[in-house]
């Protein structure tokens, strides 16, 4: 009997020391080495404060409102213009719902760069005088790539070159990707070309990065 | 010359003085506040404004003379509220077009639920005669006609180069036979000549081709203001702000049992969802006969779960009981003391019959003595019809705090998350300064961007 009771009290105690909690009149156990082992004291749960700063988004994607008009108000292309409602009329239920940039999909950017060279194509009509000048570059000036990025950039950014790395990284690229290829045979030609120059930095727009 | 010459080292100088840190607060400032980037002029007025610390005159001077702060950034905002989705791509109808003109011609906000009042364009009518008004806009040497339907032989727009305003009324008379078109002329735009359906009761067709058109939601001259009981309603009684327009009828009060008009506006303009709401302590003596009260042969369903919510939400819902939307005839009819049929409709499978019969449109709110006095409901609680509804809404301290929270998530979140506490914190405190300044919108913009963006 007394066996029994000496067995429950074992089993007592070691399940004591399985949840931490030893009776304060019981000699503790050690380890082996004579130390004992520091108390065990509960972590408290405090929630992180969350900061205002780090959630306010940084970029989000734009509505369909936000971006006819930023096409219309940067290329001065009314959205009443007949082929700018009928590219409109296309896309319309192809552009994203959502603010959340992490809904844009290839779906939505191939409706919005169709949206995009359709005001670019009527920019570049209404920037095209009698001679075939775009932009007031003639299309037998050699340097045409150069100076018809930098009027597209002077004509559609908000902030000076000087003041933004990016445009001047912009600037190169769209002159790049137009002197490629820059076999000319054609007034045709030349206009595709600025169209694309006009594309290349209006797509971009999508996002709001503000 | 000598100005021109001012002007450039002004703007140089402007430039010159700029930090990169300037530069992005203003350029966030006017994205958040329009929805679209800039102008370079624009940028400059508001880094100027912005160095001189007087952020809230830059939000200010944005609102009134960006056009698209009314086009993109109000519209957005409270095309949602006009649906039971919360879809912000459906077109402009007249309830949007009233929230919006409220905050354009800073009218107290608060009065959207109440207020006799509609919003149209306003244009000249292509009638079967020429009148001197529209004489006067033929006249012009060079003029290009645009259509939201198109011209009878295909194109949307057709340039007139030397007519005569005799010969162009003939050929739009031609084209749109039916009287049923107005003609606008926008002073930004002295060449163009937009043609639209003039307004309709029982279509949306005049706000839809105005939109398609893009035509400028900011300009009062062609977005006027005008009176309901004009337009939708012969009885005066039936006119209640945004809860009487076509559009709402539309949304919320075709077929169902009207109470969507209750339902769904609380969640859209008072930020709560009617689970928030629920309160199983109210007297039941107002729930319709529609609602089963052993549903399943649970009669504990009902007690816990049904009428927790139409103890509040029917009593309330009862103010639309002449109100009706018909899809055929896409007309709202308002009936003066004849209830709408389907108030009072039964189960068919439950041979108790229990539940009130809707005999008139009193209405009571329950929920002010209850759980949700934290809506801080104000002096109105019964009454009759729509109108002192709409009041009994408009003085409830949920709806400026509601209000805060939309144009908070708008302009600092472009609705991509919810607040956290510190934003909620924020909301409250925009919410007081919202009523001190008579509900005004503008200024509740204003404030808000200047918040979170400087």
Known sequence: MQRVIKMKKILYLSLLVLVGCVPANKPELSPGNGTAPPPFVPHPYIPKEETVDSLVP?????????????????????????????????VRSQLPLSYDPISYSTFNHISLTSLVVQYCDSFVTDQTDASGSILGIAEADPAWPAKISQALVNRFAITEVSQDPFLQTALNEIAGIMQVNDIITTPYDYRKKVIIGCTLFLASSYFSFD | MKIILFMFVLSTELWSQSTPELVIKARRLHVSL?????????????????????AREAAVKIIQEDENFYNVTVKSMVTPWSNKTSDHSKPLNDMTALLLGFIRDDIPFNQVFYRDSLYVFRGTLIGASLS??????????????????????????VLSKNETAGARHQFLKDNFPGSDRILIKDPKYPKLRFIIS???????????????????????????????????????????????????????????????????????MFCRTMDQLKDGTLSDEYVRKDIPRIPGGLETTYKNNCVACHTGLDPLSNAFAYHDYYNATG?????????????????????TQIGTSVSDDYWINFWKSS???????????????????GKMLSETKQFSNCMSQRVYEKVCLNNIRKLNSKERDAVVALAA???????????????????CKE
């Open chain 2, 198 to 268: 003039k307004y309709a009761p029982d279509r949306n067709s005049h706000f839809e081709e105005a939109e398609s058109l893009s035509l400028d939601l900011s300009n009062s001259n062609l977005l006027k203001i005008g009176l309901q009981s004009d337009y939708l309603y012969s009885d005066p009684k039936a006119v209640s702000g945004i809860l009487s327009t076509r559009e709402f009828a539309k949304a919320y009060l075709q077929a169902g049992t009207n109470r969507a008009g209750i339902a769904y506006i609380v969640p859209h």
């Open chain 1, 58 to 90: 940084t970029y989000s994607s734009r509505n369909f409102d936000q971006m006819i008009q930023i096409l219309s108000k940067v290329t001065g292309v009314h959205a009443s213009r007949a082929e700018i409602r009928i590219a409109v009329s296309k």
């Open chain 2, 433 to 451: 300064s919202f009523e001190l300044n008579n509900y005004n919108m503008k200024n509740l913009f204003a404030e808000t961007s200047v918040s």
């Open chain 2, 34 to 54: 329009t929805g679209t980037l800039p102008t370079k002029v624009q940028m400059q007025q508001t880094i100027s404004l912005l160095s001189q610390q007087r």
């Open chain 2, 132 to 157: 001197p008004a529209l004489q006067a806009l033929l006249t012009e040497p060079e003029i290009l006609f645009v259509s939201a339907t198109g011209f009878r032989n295909g194109p949307s727009d």
């Open chain 2, 371 to 389: 759980l949700n006095s934290r809506m801080g409901w104000g002096t109105t609680n019964e009454g009759y019809g729509l109108f002192s509804l």
């Open chain 2, 331 to 351: 007309k709202v009819l308002y009936t003066p003391t004849t209830v709408v049929a389907k108030l009072n409709a039964t189960i068919s499978n439950d041979d």
